[in-house]
């Protein structure tokens, strides 16, 4: 595709279940990332992927939290059990290795509500 | 670990004006620094990379500078416009562990 896209654009979900974010990366991008938009706490890495291998995973901030890439293409990000904390907006980006400057290109983001 | 500040959180120019947005890192071991630019409800778009062998890049009205000895980073806009308001976020690579360090932004507004 010509940029990276998120979905859902907008989630609401009450405290305790579980939701899948998902990633579609640039076509041919090899590396995906995951960060985290909190109010107030500006933008943390979460994950990162390279082909559907995941090198660091130092982010994720607790084992509610799982991210899997398939076909070195689209990527989930899954939250369980969601608690209120985990409120905020979930931005994914792509890059390239073989396009230099490495430049991280980023989706519109999933803004995530928990109730 | 790299640490990232911008300042100020936020500033209110009128149109026309030329300004300064700051940031300031830790760890001087960076491979690229970039500032972003975030409308309300959008994702970043990127406006300036700057390598870790450069001094400076431009685009336009905006130019960035990099100062590796004192950690520091500076994004010049120049003759300011009501579109240029958004909030500005400048973030460093780190190259070895592949992520970008964030600093919280620069929410700026530009009056007509």
């Known amino acids: 595709g010509a940029g990276v896209s998120q979905s859902p654009s907008n989630k609401v979900t009450e405290k305790g279940k579980d939701v899948e974010l998902r990633c579609d990366p640039i076509?041919?991008?090899?590396?995906l990332y995951w960060y985290r938009q909190s109010l107030g706490q500006g933008l943390e890495f979460l994950i990162y992927?390279?082909?559907?291998?995941?090198?660091?995973k130092s982010g994720l901030p607790s084992d509610r939290f799982s991210a899997e890439r398939t076909g070195g293409s689209v990527s989930t990000l899954t939250i369980q059990r969601t608690q209120q904390e985990d409120s905020a907006v979930y931005l994914c980006a792509s890059s390239s290795p073989f396009v230099a400057p490495e430049t991280q290109y980023f989706g519109p983001g999933t803004r995530l509500l928990v109730l | 670990k790299q640490e990232v500040t911008q300042i100020p959180a936020a500033l209110s120019v009128p149109e026309g004006e030329n300004l300064v947005l700051n940031c300031s890192f830790t760890d001087s071991a960076i491979y690229n620094l970039q500032w972003f630019r975030q409308d309300p409800g959008k994702g970043l778009t990127s406006l300036l990379l700057i390598q870790s062998s450069q001094r400076e890049q431009t685009s336009g009205r905006l130019n960035a500078s990099l100062d590796k000895s004192s950690g520091r980073s500076t994004l010049y806009i120049a003759a300011s416009q009501p579109g240029d308001s958004a909030t500005y976020l400048c973030a460093l690579f780190g190259g070895s562990n592949y992520k970008l360090t964030f600093g919280k932004g620069t929410l700026l507004t530009v009056n007509p």
């Open positions: 992927f390279q082909g559907n291998s995941a090198p660091d």
């Open positions: 076509s041919g991008h090899t590396a």
